[in-house]
């Protein structure tokens, strides 16, 4: 049973940062790509950023480009996003996403094999 699970959510002030941390239980977590996406009210789930087994990530630059960043921990089994410069735009629920597919670098939900329960991030004006 592969578990995820997001930790360090909050409430932020506009321009302020967090970081986010998903904890894949199991020990295969090194040979996963690692997402993330986010779900604002009343909106689709969208991509975040992705990261796969050989360290190359990508990102929906559109949103998050030069403010984001996603790494990962194979020592801790460990995926983090540091989120600077935060908007009230980036406030949604955010939702880490583990691949066997651990070359790929996928950008549709469809495309994740497992899921964490997401933690809120909320970032006020």
């Known amino acids: 049973q592969v578990r995820l699970v997001e930790s360090g959510g909050g409430l932020v002030q506009a321009g302020g940062s967090l970081r986010l941390s998903c904890v894949v239980s199991?020990?295969?977590?090194?040979?996963?790509?690692m997402a993330w996406f986010r779900q604002a009210p009343g909106k689709e789930r969208e991509f975040v950023a992705i990261?796969?087994?050989?360290?190359?990530?990508?990102y929906n630059d559109e949103p998050v480009k030069g403010r984001f960043t996603i790494s990962r921990d194979n020592a801790k089994n460990t995926m983090y996003l540091q989120m600077n410069s935060l908007k009230p735009e980036d406030t949604a629920v955010y939702y880490c996403?583990?691949?066997?597919?651990?070359?790929?670098?996928?950008?549709?939900?469809?495309?994740?094999?497992?899921w964490g329960q997401g933690t809120q991030v909320t970032v006020s004006s």
């Open positions: 199991g020990r295969t977590f090194s040979m996963y790509s």
């Open positions: 990261i796969n087994r050989s360290y190359i990530s990508t």
């Open positions: 996403a583990a691949s066997r597919a651990g070359y790929d670098l996928i950008r549709e939900n469809r495309g994740y094999d497992y």
